[in-house]
């Protein structure tokens, strides 16, 4: 939060150089407790909504539901008290890294599916949104998981960062959004200088048009990552 309202200029910027109107937050315990919602109202007035980002690798591993329900509850208690709500609950987990680098088993990811399913579940209970940001290669750990994982979100957003193959890396993903009328985002990197990455925000629109040429969906979005990059 900090980080947007220090500098207005920039901000403006990004939101108009690229075209937003979802932002993905992370918010503090400040935040919550002052119920300070005059950011979400500014957005509002614009069509942009707001989402609370959140996650750690252990929300991911046994009893993580524990950890997810208190921050959704901070974020239900907030849309309380406030007039201008939060839109949903971003949920990015990632329990694949860790620092010990252990190397994480089927077992391991039927566990982290366990514990998402238990926490939309809860969310959806409380007229929230729930999107979950995972990485492109979900599929190769166990189909039936990435499925899994699917139906038990409202959205998906895919950490599809590298310059090859994008569209294919996606495919899967944009295959079982179709299937269960789920949203899907395509992640993209804004690290326009470092190798591997695209170079401009042209060349994304670009990759991001032969995309959606390649997979039909009308529910497929563009999301970058992050706004200190952009």
Same mark, same amino acid.
């Given at each position: 939060?900090?980080?947007?309202?220090?500098?207005? !200029?920039?901000?403006?910027?990004?939101?108009?150089?690229?075209?937003?109107?979802?932002?993905?937050?992370?918010?503090?315990?400040?935040?919550?407790?002052? +119920?300070?919602?005059?950011?979400?109202?500014?957005?509002?007035?614009?069509?942009?909504?707001?989402?609370? @980002?959140?996650?750690?690798?252990?929300?991911?591993?046994?009893?993580?539901?524990?950890?997810?329900?208190?921050? +959704?509850?901070?974020?239900?208690?907030?849309?309380?008290?406030?007039?201008?709500?939060?839109?949903?609950?971003?949920? %990015?987990? !990632?329990?694949?890294?860790? &620092?010990?680098?252990?190397?994480?088993?089927?077992? #391991?990811?039927?566990? =982290?599916? &366990? !514990?998402?399913?238990?926490? =939309?579940?809860?969310?959806?209970?409380?007229? @929230?949104?729930?999107?979950?940001?995972?990485?492109?290669?979900?599929?190769?750990?166990?189909? %039936?998981?990435? !499925?899994?994982?699917?139906?038990?979100?409202?959205?998906?957003?895919?950490?599809?960062?590298?310059?090859?193959?994008?569209?294919?890396?996606?495919? &899967?993903?944009?295959? @079982?959004?179709?299937?269960?009328?789920?949203?899907?985002?395509?992640?993209?990197?804004?690290?326009? &200088?470092?190798?591997?990455?695209?170079?401009?925000?042209?060349?994304?629109?670009?990759?991001?048009?032969?995309?959606?040429?390649?997979?039909?969906?009308?529910?497929?979005?563009?999301? =970058?990552?992050?706004? #200190?990059?952009?």
């Amino acid at each position: 939060m900090s980080t947007i309202s220090s500098d207005k !200029e920039k901000f403006e910027s990004v939101i108009k150089d690229y075209d937003i109107n979802v932002i993905y937050q992370s918010l503090d315990s400040d935040f919550f407790e002052n +119920v300070d919602d005059s950011f979400i109202k500014e957005m509002n007035s614009r069509d942009i909504k707001v989402y609370y @980002l959140g996650g750690d690798p252990s929300w991911g591993k046994v009893s993580g539901f524990s950890k997810i329900k208190r921050k +959704v509850d901070s974020v239900i208690e907030f849309n309380n008290m406030a007039t201008n709500k939060i839109s949903g609950i971003v949920l %990015d987990i !990632e329990p694949y890294v860790s &620092e010990k680098e252990e190397v994480l088993q089927v077992e #391991d990811f039927k566990i =982290y599916v &366990e !514990e998402i399913k238990k926490a =939309y579940q809860y969310i959806k209970d409380n007229d @929230l949104e729930m999107i979950l940001s995972i990485p492109y290669w979900f599929d190769t750990i166990d189909a %039936d998981l990435l !499925e899994e994982v699917v139906k038990n979100c409202d959205g998906i957003s895919v950490m599809n960062y590298k310059i090859t193959r994008t569209s294919e890396n996606i495919k &899967e993903e944009i295959e @079982l959004a179709k299937k269960y009328n789920k949203k899907i985002d395509t992640i993209y990197e804004v690290d326009y &200088e470092d190798e591997g990455y695209f170079k401009n925000h042209s060349s994304i629109l670009r990759d991001y048009k032969r995309i959606r040429k390649n997979n039909d969906c009308e529910n497929l979005g563009v999301a =970058y990552h992050h706004f #200190d990059s952009m």
